[in-house]
């Protein structure tokens, strides 16, 4: 154990050994730790005292250098690259833990018996830091510290039954401190108990007279008592002096106390629903709140101060952290989550799987159990359906605080909170604080500001708590004024000027390591570096004490913020920034060959750099590893990169084909067009195009459950490309897929077509499961006609079958899409919504944002069947701004169906001329028949005599009954009776049926 003695000559010993502390500069860097007490002491702080406020530029590597040569002489025996424990690290600075003199003399004086109170006095052995008296830090500390004497030595006299001691203890403190009347007091006491009257009343004499003499003052009344007591000889009128002492000044040396909690300041409103929340979740169903708010608002600390008061209150806590670089196993962040609850190892499995072995760990929790994942918006795909998993199962005592910023959330994460809308109970924004929790958080880092200052800081910083704390820190430097003008709109100027306090080599190691990611393994960082561990370890050490790092491991330090990594990457010049991103490769190829994801990472970003073919092999590696475990989007983003840089055509067509594919699975089913499309080209150019031309047409194999394209154009190329494979002489698989390919291209143009090359697909197609998934799938849509529909739930058992088989949760989505519509058409709407929740529930995220669609469009027409249009429009509206917003195809039109049956319904159909006309311009006769029945209902029926199209066959979809009887409204609106009649006898079959519910989007709220 480190001892340190600061009540006399400064001295250290290391288990009884004394301590060479080295030069004078560094014996004052102790005893400035010293005398904080184990209490950290900020750098800049430390920089100020010890150069006597003029710091050199260098001030800071001297600082270090100083702390690594203390650190080896008390810690001898630490081993490399092991945390030190005396003279240790802390966000901001240092702080020394030892045993101090100073403190034992303290709780010696506060125990107060007459031993106790020897032993503190024996403590003392000279001036308090006398080789210090000179420095302006000390002189604080040393008037601390004597008054602490002064204190031991009167509440030890007032203790003391021997008078003959008390004289002797007092009579050089009285000539030490002749103006203190508490000890003269006792003294004078001692004097009259030891049979000396005179000199008694010569004590109480002479300090009246120093008292008028220098200050112009009578003694206290006290001291008049005592003196007329001694002239009485009445010793019973003595007053009782026994343990009456000076108060000691507070023992906390900075400048502004801190206050409690300093990290949640003005965040009580915010707090104060979650525990609402909490506390209805504790004895009932599991629900879901989401913190929201820009980088540095506090969303972090405010899960974890929820944490800690529910830990107080008994509940279990867990956390996961969503990876702000790519380069994480999928669902990192439940990963951690299932770590926190007792299992070893990643989840594994699929999503299924993955989410009942959370819920079996959750069923075997003691409850109520908080889980928090942080930064939901750098989730990926299988984090995102694990929540709807583990959320949708509303486990009883179970609540999920999720934190984003508002502004970097996906499309994808979008969908997921909307299909769990049901189980959000709270939605909190955090904005920023206000001018009096903003002094306060100030103050929290030992800077005093009046409420002007406050204000000014509040208005440039927005209130953000980090940008707060960051003029806070780089004022305590540079000056309030200079601080609060390097804050126009953001932090990043505040971080580099902090940053650039750094000495020259460590703030290069720093921006180094910020290429490595907010989280930095030190052994990646020492081998980055060429093996030189103690430039590394400097830096991470100055890093640590500036508040720009936190110590996270045994061998690891995170950036404290995503915006402090951020800064110092931005800050390397772009081409520099490529090559340590090839440096950076070349370790992990060596360290880590088997972390894809990273190696693809920084292959990407060192591009050509780091030569073509090797980054787009780690790419392309990665991207089948994303594939595998279900994440398609990323590796789609992995492939769009390796396609930037291949070269060799026959490369570049494998490398499009598969990101065709990974689009059209992870949803993205226009761009996967679009890749096939150009894929097909450039297989048209090889020299053996068949193989090519194969794997081009078919490579869109992604579930379907949305239209690909904008009124469903027919795709020639792609019907010319497999028309000709078709000729040739194909194994069954190939020919199957094919098949399916081009049903899915017929539709709904040409539905005989599509019909027929589903059953020749069905008929050749071997007993391969993802296979038979495609086909089914097109099947799916080749039903999507009036006369077929009865076909549909058996399609969909079918699906769900081979999909359980396959293993593919997006075919099983098509599956139950399927046993919906067939619902729909038996309007049996209550087992349509039971269906429609299921695939909700199952949907992974490729199919995510197409089944909330269908699924809130569903709604929809529910309450026009309940007779409730204000809120089918509002969803109807809502669905089309949300689906058009992710890119979905005819979601204007899909709208715009839902308000014709709601116009209609109420008799104003008219109201939608305007908008019927711009989508006509787009659609041209797909539309016709509503655009003519808005202009009969307005009155307008020349217009819609120019507009109708009676002798255009309507297509036989799903709209084929919707359109056809506005088709004979307007025939006998219009005169027409051969037109209304023929559209009565094409009804005939659907005599009583909703027209248009078998859609399960819209109905006229009619009989046929």
């Given at each position: 154990?480190?001892?340190?003695?600061l009540?006399?000559?400064?001295?250290?010993?290391?288990?009884?050994?004394?301590?060479d502390?080295?030069?004078?500069?560094?014996?004052?860097?102790?005893?400035?730790?010293?005398?904080?007490?184990?209490?950290?002491?900020?750098?800049?702080?430390?920089?100020?005292?010890?150069?006597?406020?003029?710091?050199?530029?260098?001030?800071?590597?001297?600082?270090?250098?100083?702390v690594?040569?203390?650190?080896?002489?008390?810690?001898?025996d630490?081993a490399?690259?092991?945390p030190a424990?005396?003279?240790?690290?802390a966000?901001?600075?240092?702080?020394?833990?030892?045993?101090l003199?100073?403190v034992?003399?303290?709780?010696?004086?506060r125990a107060?018996?007459?031993?106790?109170l020897?032993?503190?006095?024996?403590l003392?052995?000279?001036?308090p830091?006398?080789?210090?008296?000179?420095?302006?830090?000390?002189?604080?500390e040393?008037?601390?510290?004597?008054?602490l004497?002064?204190?031991?030595?009167?509440?030890?006299?007032?203790?003391?039954?021997?008078?003959?001691?008390?004289?002797?203890?007092?009579?050089?403190?009285v000539?030490a401190e002749p103006?203190?009347e508490?000890?003269?007091?006792?003294?004078?006491?001692?004097l009259?108990?030891?049979?000396?009257?005179a000199?008694?009343l010569?004590?109480?004499?002479?300090?009246?007279?120093?008292?008028d003499?220098?200050l112009?003052?009578?003694?206290?009344?006290?001291?008049?008592?005592?003196e007329?007591?001694?002239?009485?000889?009445?010793?019973?009128?003595?007053?009782?002096?026994?343990?009456r002492t000076?108060?000691l000044?507070?023992d906390?040396?900075?400048?502004?106390?801190?206050p409690?909690e300093?990290?949640?300041?003005?965040?009580?409103?915010?707090?104060?629903r979650?525990?609402?929340?909490?506390?209805g979740?504790?004895?009932?169903?599991?629900?879901?709140?989401?913190?929201?708010?820009e980088?540095?608002?506090?969303?972090s600390?405010?899960?974890?101060?929820?944490?800690?008061t529910?830990?107080?209150?008994?509940?279990?806590?867990?956390?996961g952290?969503?990876?702000?670089?790519?380069?994480?196993?999928?669902?990192?962040?439940?990963?951690?989550?299932?770590?926190?609850?007792?299992?070893g190892?990643?989840?594994?499995?699929?999503?299924?799987?993955a989410?009942?072995?959370?819920?079996?760990?959750?069923?075997?929790t003691?409850?109520?159990?908080?889980?928090?994942l942080?930064?939901?918006?750098?989730g990926?795909e299988?984090?995102?359906?694990?929540?709807?998993?583990?959320?949708?199962?509303?486990?009883?005592?179970v609540?999920?605080?999720?934190?984003?910023r508002p502004?970097?959330?996906?499309?994808?994460?979008?969908?997921t909170?909307?299909?769990?809308?049901?189980?959000?109970?709270?939605r909190?924004?955090l904005?920023?604080?206000?001018?009096?929790?903003?002094?306060?958080?100030?103050?929290?880092?030992h800077?005093?500001?009046d409420?002007?200052?406050a204000?000014?800081?509040?208005?440039?910083?927005?209130?953000?708590p980090?940008?707060?704390r960051?003029?806070?820190?780089?004022?305590?430097t540079?000056?309030?004024?200079?601080?609060?003008?390097?804050?126009?709109?953001g932090?990043?100027?505040?971080?580099?000027?902090?940053?650039?306090?750094?000495?020259?080599?460590?703030?290069?190691?720093l921006?180094?390591?910020?290429v490595?990611?907010?989280d930095?393994?030190?052994?990646?960082?020492?081998?980055?570096?060429?093996?030189?561990?103690?430039?590394?370890?400097?830096?991470?050490?100055?890093?640590?004490?500036?508040g720009?790092?936190?110590?996270?491991?045994?061998?690891?330090?995170?950036f404290?913020?995503?915006?402090?990594?951020?800064?110092?990457y931005?800050?390397?010049?772009?081409?520099r920034?490529?090559?340590?991103?090839?440096e950076?490769?070349?370790?992990?190829?060596?360290?880590?060959?088997?972390?894809?994801a990273?190696?693809?990472?920084?292959?990407?970003?060192a591009?050509?750099?780091?030569?073509?073919?090797?980054?787009?092999?780690?790419?392309?590696?990665?991207?089948?590893?994303?594939?595998?475990?279900?994440?398609?989007?990323?590796a789609a983003?992995?492939?769009?990169?390796?396609?930037?840089?291949?070269t060799?055509?026959?490369?570049?067509?494998?490398?499009?084909?598969?990101?065709a594919?990974?689009?059209?699975?992870?949803?993205?089913?226009?761009p996967?067009?679009?890749?096939?499309?150009?894929?097909?080209?450039?297989a048209?150019?090889?020299?053996?195009?068949?193989s090519?031309?194969?794997?081009?047409?078919?490579?869109?194999?992604?579930?379907v459950t949305?239209?690909l394209?904008?009124?469903?154009?027919?795709?020639?190329?792609?019907?010319?490309?497999?028309?000709?494979?078709?000729?040739?002489?194909?194994?069954?698989?190939?020919?199957?897929?094919?098949?399916?390919?081009?049903?899915?291209?017929?539709?709904?143009?040409?539905p005989e077509?599509?019909?027929?090359?589903?059953?020749?697909?069905?008929?050749?197609?071997?007993?391969?499961?993802?296979?038979?998934?495609?086909?089914?799938?097109?099947?799916?849509?080749?039903l999507l006609q009036?006369e077929?529909?009865?076909?549909?739930?058996?399609?969909?058992?079918?699906?769900?079958?081979?999909?359980e088989?396959?293993?593919?949760l997006?075919?099983?989505?098509?599956?139950?899409h399927?046993?919906?519509?067939?619902?729909?058409?038996?309007?049996?709407?209550?087992a349509a919504?039971?269906h429609a929740?299921?695939?909700?529930?199952?949907?992974p995220?490729?199919?995510?944002?197409?089944?909330?669609?269908?699924t809130?469009?569903?709604?929809?027409l529910e309450?026009?069947?309940?007779?409730?249009?204000d809120e089918?429009?509002r969803?109807?509206?809502?669905?089309?701004?949300?689906?058009g917003?992710?890119?979905?195809?005819?979601?204007?039109?899909?709208?715009?169906?839902g308000?014709?049956?709601?116009?209609?319904?109420?008799?104003?159909?008219?109201e939608?001329v305007?908008?019927?006309a711009?989508?006509?311009?787009?659609?041209?006769?797909?539309?016709?028949?509503?655009?003519?029945?808005?202009?009969?209902?307005?009155?307008r029926?020349?217009?819609?005599?120019?507009?109708?199209?009676?002798?255009?066959?309507?297509r036989?979809d799903?709209?084929?009954?919707?359109w056809?009887?506005?088709?004979r409204?307007?025939?006998?609106?219009?005169?027409d009776?051969a037109?209304a009649?023929t559209?009565?006898?094409d009804?005939?079959?659907?005599?009583?049926?909703?027209?248009?519910?078998?859609?399960?989007?819209?109905?006229?709220v009619l009989?046929?």
């Open positions: 154990m480190l001892e340190v003695r009540l006399g000559a400064l001295t250290a010993s290391l288990d009884g050994r004394p301590v502390l080295g030069s004078a500069q560094r014996r004052a860097l102790v005893a400035r730790l010293a005398v904080a007490e184990g209490e950290v002491v900020p750098v800049d702080r430390l920089v100020d005292d010890l150069w006597d406020g003029e710091p050199p530029p260098r001030a800071l590597a001297g600082l270090q250098a100083h690594s040569h203390l650190r080896r002489a008390l810690e001898p630490r490399p690259r092991t424990t005396v003279l240790v690290s966000a901001g600075g240092y702080a020394l833990h030892a045993d003199d100073t034992r003399a303290r709780d010696l004086r107060g018996t007459p031993a106790d020897r032993t503190a006095l024996a003392f052995t000279g001036p830091l006398a080789e210090f008296a000179d420095a302006v830090w000390a002189a604080p040393v008037e601390r510290l004597s008054e004497r002064r204190a031991v030595v009167e509440t030890l006299a007032a203790a003391e039954d021997d008078p003959a001691v008390v004289v002797d203890l007092l009579t050089p403190h000539r103006l203190r508490e000890p003269v007091r006792l003294l004078a006491r001692a009259y108990r030891s049979g000396r009257q000199d008694a010569a004590a109480i004499a002479a300090l009246r007279r120093r008292l003499d220098e112009g003052l009578d003694p206290s009344p006290t001291t008049a008592d005592l007329a007591a001694i002239l009485r000889h009445d010793v019973g009128d003595l007053p009782d002096l026994r343990g000076s108060p000044p507070p906390d040396g900075n400048d502004v106390p801190p409690e300093s990290g949640l300041l003005g965040r009580d409103r915010e707090t104060a979650l525990l609402a929340v909490a506390d979740v504790a004895d009932g169903p599991g629900l879901v709140a989401l913190v929201t708010g980088a540095g608002a506090g969303k600390v405010l899960a974890e101060q929820l944490a800690d529910l830990a107080a209150r008994g509940w279990r806590t867990v956390r952290r969503c990876p702000e670089v790519d380069g994480a196993p999928p669902a990192w962040a439940w990963t951690e989550v299932g770590a926190g609850l007792g299992h190892g990643p989840l594994g499995g699929d999503t299924f799987h989410g009942q072995a959370l819920l079996d760990l959750v069923a075997r003691p409850r109520p159990l908080l889980v928090v942080d930064d939901l918006h750098r990926d299988e984090t995102w359906r694990l929540l709807r998993v583990v959320a949708s199962a509303r486990v009883e005592g609540l999920i605080v999720g934190t984003a502004d970097e959330v996906p499309d994808e994460l979008v969908a909170l909307a299909a769990l809308a049901a189980v959000v109970a709270e909190i924004e904005t920023g604080l206000d001018p009096e929790a903003v002094a306060a958080l100030v103050a929290a880092e800077l005093a500001v409420d002007d200052v204000r000014r800081i509040a208005a440039r910083t927005g209130g953000n980090l940008f707060v960051e003029v806070a820190r780089l004022a305590r540079v000056g309030l004024e200079a601080a609060g003008r390097t804050v126009p709109s932090v990043r100027d505040v971080l580099s000027r902090r940053a650039a306090q750094l000495p020259a080599p460590a703030l290069t190691t921006r180094r390591a910020a490595l990611g907010r930095v393994d030190v052994s990646v960082l020492v081998a980055l570096e060429g093996d030189d561990e103690d430039r590394v370890l400097e830096a991470c050490e100055a890093g640590v004490v500036t720009l790092l936190v110590e996270s491991g045994p061998d690891a330090v995170r404290t913020h995503d915006l402090v990594r951020e800064t110092l931005d800050e390397l010049p772009r081409l920034r490529a090559r340590v991103h090839a950076v490769l070349t370790v992990l190829e060596a360290q880590h060959p088997d972390d894809l990273a190696l693809a990472r920084h292959a990407l970003a591009g050509p750099v780091a030569g073509r073919d090797r980054v787009v092999d780690h790419a392309e590696r990665a991207a089948a590893a994303a594939r595998r475990d279900r994440v398609p989007r990323t983003e992995l492939l769009v990169g390796a396609l930037e840089l291949a060799d055509p026959a490369h570049r067509l494998r490398l499009r084909c598969a990101l594919s990974a689009l059209s699975h992870a949803g993205a089913g226009a996967a067009v679009r890749e096939r499309s150009l894929a097909l080209t450039e048209a150019a090889l020299p053996d195009d068949r090519a031309l194969l794997a081009a047409a078919t490579c869109v194999d992604g579930p949305f239209a394209t904008e009124n469903a154009t027919l795709d020639r190329p792609l019907l010319d490309a497999v028309a000709r494979l078709l000729e040739q002489d194909l194994p069954a698989a190939d020919r199957a897929r094919l098949l399916a390919t081009r049903a899915f291209a017929w539709h709904p143009r040409e077509l599509a019909v027929a090359d589903v059953d020749a697909a069905l008929a050749v197609a071997p007993e391969d499961p993802a296979l038979r998934c495609v086909v089914l799938n097109a099947r799916f849509w080749s009036p077929l529909w009865d076909g549909l739930d058996e399609l969909g058992v079918d699906l769900l079958a081979e999909a088989r396959a293993g593919s997006g075919h099983r989505v098509v599956g139950h399927a046993r919906f519509l067939h619902a729909c058409h038996r309007e049996d709407f209550v919504r039971a929740d299921t695939a909700l529930a199952e949907a995220d490729g199919q995510l944002a197409a089944t909330v669609g269908w809130t469009i569903f709604g929809a309450a026009v069947l309940d007779g409730r249009y089918a429009e969803l109807y509206v809502g669905f089309g701004e949300a689906m917003a992710q890119g979905l195809a005819n979601a204007s039109a899909l709208t715009l169906a308000l014709i049956g709601i116009r209609h319904a109420q008799g104003r159909l008219g939608l305007a908008p019927l711009a989508e006509y311009a787009a659609r041209g006769d797909i539309v016709a028949e509503p655009y003519a029945a808005a202009l009969v209902a307005a009155g029926l020349d217009e819609a005599r120019r507009v109708w199209r009676p002798d255009v066959p309507i036989r799903w709209w084929w009954v919707y056809t009887v506005l088709r409204e307007v025939a006998a609106a219009l005169g009776a037109v009649e559209c009565r006898r009804l005939e079959p659907w005599r009583g049926h909703l027209a248009g519910a078998m859609s399960g989007t819209a109905t006229l009989r046929v």
